[in-house]
């Protein structure tokens, strides 16, 4: 509940950009897998989207407007801290 909370926080901040169907997957792997390593899950997220929206920008896939899903950053950010915790 409290990395779902913070999420919803950060989504109402920026007005929707994260969306709460993301602070909802945060809930629920934070029910799953702990506090501690949900906290992983969302570092680990936010670096691998930006690397991957860094990426997308470099080799012009992209412009600076388009937008990105997070959950999947979330989901692959998840099975990794699993295998390796």
């Known amino acids: 509940i409290i990395c779902g909370g913070i999420m919803a926080s950060i989504s109402t901040i920026t007005?929707?950009?994260?969306?709460?169907?993301?602070?909802?997957?945060?809930?629920?792997?934070?029910?799953?897998?702990?506090?501690?390593?949900?906290?992983?899950?969302m570092l680990l997220s936010t670096m691998l989207s930006g690397l991957v929206g860094l990426l997308l920008l470099i080799f012009k896939s992209v412009d600076r407007k388009a937008t990105i899903p997070f959950a999947p950053f979330i989901s692959v950010s998840a099975i990794i801290i699993m295998i390796v915790r």
Request: glycine fraction near 22%; charge should be positive; charged fraction near 10%.
């Open 15 to 41: 007005r929707g950009a994260i969306g709460m169907g993301d602070a909802k997957l945060f809930a629920c792997i934070g029910a799953f897998l702990g506090i501690q390593m949900t906290i992983g899950v």
